[in-house]
């Protein structure tokens, strides 16, 4: 099992950005396809983004591309979301996952396919 910890949310005005971070522990973190979701009030859990374990492909919602990039650092064990002109719309509990390498592009943008989650951490963005 892959502990979690997600950090870096805050509040920020739109068009500002922020940077979140999440520390994996546990089982072997390179092998995992990394993403990130997100959670806002009354709504369900959505798809903002993953990669996979080699950083060679890297996969966004829609309403976050070209303004959201995924990355990670193996050997720190760490995926990173980085913000940029962040939207009232962007915010959410955010949280990364860890999924099984090896499916198709369409199995990662289902929240029930990850394995673990983090606690999540709260993105609010001020207009």
């Known amino acids: 099992q892959v502990q979690l910890v997600e950090s870096g949310g805050g509040l920020v005005q739109a068009g500002g950005s922020l940077r979140l971070s999440c520390v994996a522990s546990?089982?072997?973190?390179?092998?995992?396809?990394m993403g990130w979701f997100r959670q806002a009030p009354g709504k369900e859990r959505d798809f903002v983004s993953r990669i996979s374990w080699s950083s060679s492909s890297t996969y966004y919602a829609d309403s976050v591309k070209g303004r959201f990039t995924i990355s990670r650092d193996n050997a720190a064990n760490t995926v990173y979301l980085q913000m940029n002109s962040l939207k009232p719309e962007d915010t959410a509990v955010y949280y990364c996952?860890?999924?099984?390498?090896?499916?198709?592009?369409?199995?990662?943008?289902?929240?029930?396919?990850?394995?673990?989650w983090g606690q999540g951490t709260r993105v609010t963005v001020s207009s």
């Open positions: 996952a860890v999924g099984p390498p090896g499916y198709s592009s369409s199995y990662y943008y289902t929240s029930s396919n990850y394995q673990s």
């Open positions: 546990g089982r072997t973190f390179g092998a995992y396809v």
